[in-house]
């Protein structure tokens, strides 16, 4: 196939021309048998198929090596679905990341502070607690709209069970969760709870 990685058929939605590298590949099976596999070359170009845009296939093929700490993994996951937020928010024209007025960098860093137990001092405008639970809510939507990007469809219950029991996104709410248990700031005691599913608290 001339196309790039991610497109094995051709360019997306020309089913007309997707129907024709199929039946080449399973006209393949008509051919006699030998020792020999069969390789042919599919020789029809796709307009647009051969173009790499950043968004064909969003694969890391050397993750980074790191001590596996929380924030790293947590660093290595908002990498992964980058492109997808990207592309929700292009096809969408929208997302509701934006609460905490902070960039997802700043999102994860606030909150994986204070899964270790450090929270940051309250601003002008808001507490700790408002602050952080408006970061919560912004890594939870940042990570499902990208979730909502990709390939298949994702119920609201399969999208729910994946956030809090597969993303390190998740992992990393619930830790914030429980150290505010103990934590001396209070506004972050009381909003914490607000974040986690009441299943899990």
């Not at 908002?78 to 997808?84: C, E, K, Q, R, Y």
């Not at 909150?111 to 929270?119: D, N, Y």
């Not at 940042?142 to 469809?153: D, F, L, M, S």
């Amino acid at each position: 196939m001339p196309f790039i990685l991610g497109r094995p058929l051709g360019k997306p939605n020309d089913a007309a021309f997707q129907r024709r590298v199929l039946r080449g590949a399973l006209d393949l099976l008509e051919r006699p048998r030998g020792d020999v596999p069969i390789l042919v070359d599919h020789t029809e170009e796709a307009d647009g198929a051969t173009e790499l845009d950043g968004r064909a296939c969003p694969v890391n093929y050397a993750p980074i090596k790191h001590d596996g700490s929380l924030a790293n993994r947590l660093a290595d996951e908002i990498v992964s679905l980058a492109t997808w937020y990207e592309l929700s928010v292009e096809r969408t024209g929208r997302t509701v990341f934006g609460s905490a007025a902070m960039t997802i960098g700043e999102v994860t860093d606030a909150l994986v502070a204070a899964a270790e137990g450090v929270v940051a001092a309250n601003t002008e405008q808001l507490s700790t607690g408002d602050m952080l639970r408006l970061a919560g809510e912004d890594l939870k939507a940042w990570v499902t709209e990208a979730a909502t990007a990709q390939p298949g469809n994702m119920t609201a219950y399969a999208l729910k069970a994946w956030f809090w029991e597969q993303t390190v996104a998740g992992e990393t709410l619930l830790n914030a969760y429980q150290s505010s248990k103990t934590s001396d700031n209070k506004s972050w005691r009381d909003q914490a709870p607000v974040l986690i599913p009441a299943e899990l608290r």
